[in-house]
Each structure stands twice: as C-alpha cells, then as structure tokens.
C-alpha cells in the first residue's frame, strides 16, 4: 500500500519560483529513496534530482544550482525547490519512491509546471 501526492505546480516567468511537495503514505514497504522526475510532451521521463534516506543527494546537469531537492522524513515529505526558472523547464512533475534495491516503482499522479517567456 504505497500512495504519493504531489502539490505545488503551476504558472510562473522565467526567472521565478516554484516549490514542489510530495506526500508519501505507506504501510507495508521502507522508504529507501526519493525523486523528481519531468514528463513534457512527446518526451521520456527524465530523472531531475533524487535523495536518500541519508541525504546523499544528485541532479541533472540541467538543473544543478538551480533546483534543491529535502526531505522531512518525520512528516514523510519530499519538496523540490525551483529557482531560476526558465521555459525548458515547463514539464508535468512527478514523485517517485523506491524501496530496498528495487527501481522507481512508485509513482504520484503528477503535477504541472509551465514557464512563460
């Protein structure tokens, strides 16, 4: 039993700011990690940043100085923090888990992030 919900997408100029979070619930598996990944149309998922239950943290190169992925494991949390947004940038985002050494399994039912120029 295992459910994520992502909030905190819209509208934004390029150069703005969004944050995005995700609520995790699970009963029956251990939370091993924790990601972002971007949809836009026609395109492949794209992993943007991901985090570990230690804090070990990795981004896309697209995005490294920009984003910032944390986490609040008491509350069972994850947030991704967009800065300096630009129009490449525009995606449906999802939250992913993975447990124990299995892949991203996990999925939220995205939310939308649309930059103008």
């Known amino acids: 039993q295992v459910q994520l919900v992502e909030s905190g997408g819209g509208l934004a100029e390029a150069g703005g700011s969004l944050r995005l979070s995700c609520v995790v619930s699970?009963?029956?598996?251990?939370?091993?990690?924790m990601g972002w990944y971007r949809q836009a149309p026609g395109k492949e998922r794209e992993l943007v940043a991901q985090?570990?239950?230690?804090?070990?943290?990795n981004y896309a190169d697209s995005v490294k100085g920009r984003f910032t992925i944390s986490r609040i494991n008491a509350k069972n949390t994850l947030y991704l923090q967009m800065d300096s947004l630009k129009p490449e940038d525009t995606a449906v985002y999802y939250c992913a888990l993975r447990v124990a050494t299995y892949p991203y399994l996990y999925w939220g039912q995205g939310t939308q992030v649309t930059v103008s120029s």
């Open positions: 699970t009963t029956i598996f251990v939370n091993n990690g």
């Open positions: 985090i570990t239950t230690g804090g070990t943290t």
